[in-house]
């Protein structure tokens, strides 16, 4: 079975500094998607960063990161000068034969 | 990006009733898909809402229990049947766009008392 696994239930980060979340995955493909999406207390699911896991280059999008490992299954997220408004759950997402799988998600607070 | 607009944004409902949420995207999407996300939990994907045919559920979950509907590529609904407090729940819409990539409504809470 795919599975996605995001390790820290909880992180924190002071406002301007750096914090990386972790995931781990499961699969069997050799060509697949990778997403971070970030939930604040809204709800709404908010796309922050895709994978294409044939490319090596990581995934960049403005302060947001990854770091991806394909040997390993890793997909880490790096948020640079880290914001208030940055504050949300975040979850690793595997795309498997048109289906997310989602990780447990990384509950995320910034300190000013 | 796709524009979904999810209806009720949240309700509280009696035991044995049913609520029925709506999905409206604002283009003509080919998969639409469900999700429920329980208290403190990850998301879960109920189905799958085929245009013009069934439903493709996901272990777990039936059609008596959790019907949808998809009349065309805009629009779906799905209904959570005779309630009990363990289907509160956010329940959210998604639609595949370009590159795989999920969009997501702002989801329903429900509530069950």
């Known amino acids: 079975a795919q599975t996605v696994t995001q390790s820290q239930p909880e992180m924190s980060v002071q406002e301007a500094e750096t914090v990386t979340l972790s995931c781990t995955y499961d699969t069997s493909e050799s060509d697949y998607y990778l997403f971070w999406y970030k939930q604040p207390p809204s709800r709404q699911m908010i796309l922050v960063i895709r994978q294409e896991a044939y490319k090596q280059q990581n995934a960049t999008e403005n302060r947001f990161s990854v770091n991806f490992q394909k040997a390993a299954k890793s997909f880490s997220l790096k948020i640079s000068d880290s914001q208030l408004g940055d504050a949300a759950m975040y979850f690793c997402?595997?795309?498997?034969?048109?289906?997310?799988?989602f990780g447990t998600g990384t509950r995320l607070q910034v300190f000013p | 990006s796709a524009v979904i607009s999810q209806k009720p944004s949240r309700d509280i409902c009696q035991r044995g009733t049913s609520l029925t949420i709506q999905c409206q995207v604002d283009s003509q999407v080919t998969m639409m898909f469900w999700y429920r996300q329980q208290p403190g939990q990850s998301l879960t994907l109920i189905a799958t809402?085929?245009?013009?045919?069934?439903?493709?559920?996901e272990s777990g979950f039936v059609i008596d229990k959790f019907p949808i509907s998809r009349p065309n590529l805009t629009f779906s609904t799905l209904t959570v049947s005779n309630m009990s407090p363990e289907d509160s729940s956010i329940y959210l819409c998604?639609?595949?766009?370009?590159?795989?990539?999920?969009?997501f409504g702002s989801g329903t809470q429900l509530s069950v008392l």
């Open positions: 998604s639609v595949k766009g370009l590159n795989e990539k999920l969009f």
């Open positions: 809402a085929n245009q013009g045919s069934e439903a493709t559920y």
């Open positions: 997402a595997h795309h498997n034969t048109d289906k997310l799988i």
